[in-house]
């Protein structure tokens, strides 16, 4: 777990990067389940392969955290909790897992960014590590969020390094977050 004021040194040195950045610390959070599956992700979002990503709205509800909202600043911290990247939150949709198109998927940026892939490691994301008693369900309820890189500098874009298909997941819910 990072230190605050690892966090708010790296706001700090965000904000004199881009002046327009607000002056209230955002909420730091990491992608996925694990620290190796942290870094990996972060990893497509530096390379500007990944700039979308999905959350289950049961799981919100359990932890009382807020929705996504569209303008809204986040942090990404790696698997150590490093804070390492500026997102901004372009677009939230809420649609039934069942619902969520391709175009999303391929936003995602993980395995081969087909639906059929998608839906694979989302659906076995959820029944593992859900954070509410319903779990996974074929129509429940999923935040589908779409984001901008802002700090780094996204590098030129390469083809998606693929994700080894195994028992270790491979989704990317918007979770363990801290302030």
């Not at 190796?36 to 497509?44: G, I, K, Q, V, Y």
């Not at 804070?83 to 969520?100: C, G, L, N, Q």
Request: one cysteine or more; charged letters at 25%; aromatic letters at 8%.
């Amino acid at each position: 777990m990072p230190e605050p004021t690892d966090i708010a040194a790296f706001w700090a040195g965000s904000r004199t990067q881009r002046p327009q950045l607000p002056e209230v610390l955002v909420e730091a959070w990491a992608f996925g389940a694990t620290p190796a599956h942290a870094d990996e992700l972060l990893d497509l979002v530096l390379r500007g392969v990944k700039t979308g990503t999905a959350s289950s709205l049961w799981d919100y509800e359990a932890t009382g955290d807020p929705v996504p909202q569209p303008g809204e600043f986040s942090i990404i911290l790696d698997g150590a909790g490093v804070p390492r990247a500026v997102i901004e939150t372009t677009d939230v949709r809420i649609v039934s897992f069942d619902r969520v198109d391709a175009a999303h998927a391929y936003a995602e940026g993980e395995d081969d960014r087909s639906l059929d892939s998608w839906r694979e490691v989302h659906e076995r994301y959820w029944r593992e590590h859900s954070e509410n008693p319903r779990g996974f369900e074929p129509d429940m309820p999923v935040i589908c969020e779409r984001f901008r890189l802002l700090l780094p500098v996204a590098v030129a874009s390469q083809p998606p390094a693929r994700l080894v298909q195994s028992s270790r997941i491979t989704a990317s819910p918007r979770k363990n977050r801290i302030l």
